[in-house]
């Protein structure tokens, strides 16, 4: 299983605006949060798993809200 390892940035499009990214930099992890700071804002994000891959929602969960993947770099 891919994990979100502690010091790699990660990031993301949004499905709706392809040109945004959202990024992030995993600070600390437990099994089940990590700290990051994300687009430069400090936040507490639980991790959850699907298909093999850890992965978070950095701006909380809707419809089209951005997912970043711990497969992703």
Known sequence: MHQFEIGNTYSTRLITSHD??????????TAKTIKATVDGEPKTLRVREYDGAEYV???GRYSMSPMIRATEN
């Open 20 to 29: 945004t990214i959202v990024s992030m930099t995993v600070l600390s992890r």
């Open 57 to 59: 929602m950095p701006w």
